[in-house]
């Protein structure tokens, strides 16, 4: 249970980030969104709340402690969800210094304005600071197996480095200063409104317009896909049921190869657009991304047993559902294909 105030989402104008909001605001909770505006938010995923007088938008970035004791202190959030970083794997290939920057050491001074924040509201402990994670610190698994809250952490790639770093960073303020934390690791999201540099998206849009679709080495990698507003109902839930420095691993029991994800949602594309058919005749195996993790899953019993959460939305209804939305929204990803990066081949090495 999180104490009064409204709670404050970083990177609010994510995909997941987005999410959050939509779905607190319409169960009528105030949320303030801090955001930098970097190149893949979308301040579009947020207009069905944006004249809600329960939302506020705050711009800012989360490596600018001023701002953010400014923020805090003007909207006094009885909770913080933090989402903000970089996400995109092969980006951070690229350039692994902004991830270093934004999702270390941005985290590192998010973390000291929320204590300052939690420390002059009388330290309440039922304040939370809610740290969203990825599965990708844990490593690579083999055929068999799936991660845990206890799986030791082994990142292979800039990004997930700098992920397990600041999970490092949040258990570390919870047990030096007693800051309330609670932790959650999340598989492969998909739905609407992700930016058109991910797989699900980017096979979408390429088969729509009969280009090729890029699959990477021969599409065996394995990824535990969950729905976007299934995470972020788990998320609220994890936010305000949570134990007081628990880590939740969040799946979607939607383990798939990548090829075979391309390969269902060239199938739903015959059949919504049959004069492009057979859309998996522009499948294409393009040069893998160095090292490239084979196979990730997610026991999410700890979440279950606890709070009682489980996914409601089934892989293949899913994935029905999210071409349907990006055939009907073209406005929407229509604006962000002028991006830096998007459309483009990254993180070759």
């Known amino acids: 249970m999180t104490d009064n105030g409204p709670l404050l989402v970083t990177g609010g104008c994510g995909f997941i980030g987005s999410a959050v909001i939509r779905l607190a605001v319409a169960r009528g909770r105030a949320v303030v969104n801090l955001d930098a505006l970097t190149y893949a938010a979308c301040t579009a995923n947020l207009n069905r709340v944006a004249d809600n007088p329960l939302y506020t938008f ?131 999201n998909y739905g609407p409104y992700q930016f058109p540099e991910k797989l699900i998206p980017v096979t979408i849009l390429n088969a729509r317009a009969g280009r090729t679709i890029p699959v990477y080495g021969q599409g065996e990698n394995v990824r535990d896909w969950i729905h976007v507003e299934d995470h972020a109902e788990a998320l609220l839930e994890v936010l305000a049921r949570g134990h007081n420095g628990t880590t939740y691993l969040v799946g979607g029991q939607g383990e798939a190869r990548n090829i075979d994800i391309v390969r269902r949602i060239c199938s739903a594309l015959d059949a919504l657009r049959p004069a492009g058919a057979p859309h998996d005749r522009l499948i294409t195996f393009v040069a893998d991304r160095p090292g490239h993790d084979h196979r990730y899953a997610i026991d999410a019993t700890r979440l279950h047993t606890e709070l009682g959460w489980s996914p409601r939305t089934p892989l293949s209804d899913g994935l029905c559902a999210t071409v349907e939305w990006y055939l009907q929204n073209e406005e929407w990803w229509g604006a962000l294909l002028d991006r830096p990066g998007v459309g483009e081949r990254l993180g070759r090495g």
């Open 58 to 188: 705050e711009k800012a970035d989360i490596r600018d402690r001023p701002a953010l004791d400014r923020i805090l202190t003007r909207h006094a959030p009885g909770a913080i969800m933090h989402l903000a970083a970089e996400s995109h794997v092969d980006r951070s290939i690229d350039g692994p210094a902004a991830f270093v920057d934004t999702n270390v050491a941005g985290t590192a001074t998010l973390l000291e304005a929320a204590r300052a924040h939690w420390e002059r509201r009388g330290r309440p402990e039922t304040f939370r600071f809610h740290h969203v994670s990825t599965d990708e610190v844990f490593g690579a698994l083999g055929p068999s197996g799936r991660f845990t809250e206890t799986t030791p952490y082994a990142p292979r790639s800039p990004y997930a480095a700098s992920k397990a770093g600041s999970d490092h960073l949040v258990r570390a303020w919870h047990e030096t200063w007693g800051l309330p934390v609670v932790i959650s690791n999340c598989g492969n």
